[in-house]
């Protein structure tokens, strides 16, 4: 069964430094997604993305913020500077359409750990 | 009020037990709902979407209420692979399947 792969598994920075999280969606999807989840809480959306650009976002998603599709298999979210309250599980998601009925299916996450 | 509320649980059973959970949202304006399974510092997976109808999938059974807002998920026969949390999760049409969950309901299936 396809799946959304996401690297690297576990992350550790620096507060203030860059941080870059990977995700290659399903080949045939065209709607992804980065959701977080802060250790104990509840999974919280974050972006959707369909045809190179935010189709929305949340208020978490200011402007230290930013996805992007570098190429066709790719989907980035960038940290510029990081906060230690983003330390979380970020998880990518993709569908195959954008209806609300459509199920998204989710990568294995990365864990964020800021210093 | 939360947008989607659960009882945290924990539930604790005992292998071959029924189990129920009950989610409610507060937003009239969702139009399709799900039940995920999260284990311990993993990623949600897709258990089952729940329709108006109601509908079943083996051992679960999923069903939803439109008029009082609320969302219940039956576990029968409980096996020990169900410890798990639960999470249930609406959409919203025309948000782009933005999903909204709930925070999920712990349960502990044990011998």
């Known amino acids: 069964e396809p799946e959304v792969t996401q690297t690297p598994s576990h992350q550790v920075t620096q507060m203030g430094q860059e941080v870059i999280l990977r995700c290659v969606p399903i080949s045939n999807h065209l709607y992804f997604y980065w959701y977080r989840q802060i250790l104990g809480q509840k999974v919280e959306f974050l972006v959707s993305?369909?045809?190179?650009?935010?189709?929305?976002k949340s208020e978490i998603f200011d402007d230290q913020f930013s996805v992007e599709r570098p190429d066709g298999s790719n989907f980035t979210l960038k940290i510029r500077s990081t906060k230690l309250e983003d330390s979380a599980m970020y998880f990518c998601a993709s569908a195959g359409r954008g209806y609300s009925n459509q199920p998204q299916h989710f990568g294995d996450g990365t864990r964020l750990s800021i210093l | 009020r939360k947008e989607v509320e659960q009882d945290p649980g924990p539930f604790n059973v005992p292998e071959g037990a029924t189990v129920a959970f009950n989610c409610t949202y507060s937003?009239?304006?969702?139009?399709?709902f799900f039940w995920y399974r999260q284990d311990c510092r993993k990623e949600p997976k897709l258990l089952m979407s729940v329709y108006s109808s109601g509908n079943e999938d083996g051992r679960f059974t999923a069903q939803l209420n439109r008029a009082s807002q609320y969302i219940s998920l039956l576990i029968r026969d409980s096996k020990l692979s169900d410890s798990a949390t639960y999470l249930c999760v609406v959409a919203f049409s025309g948000g782009y399947n933005k999903l909204i969950f709930g925070a999920g309901t712990r349960l502990a299936v044990h011998p």
């Open positions: 937003n009239s304006a969702s139009q399709s």
């Open positions: 993305f369909y045809n190179n650009e935010i189709s929305e």
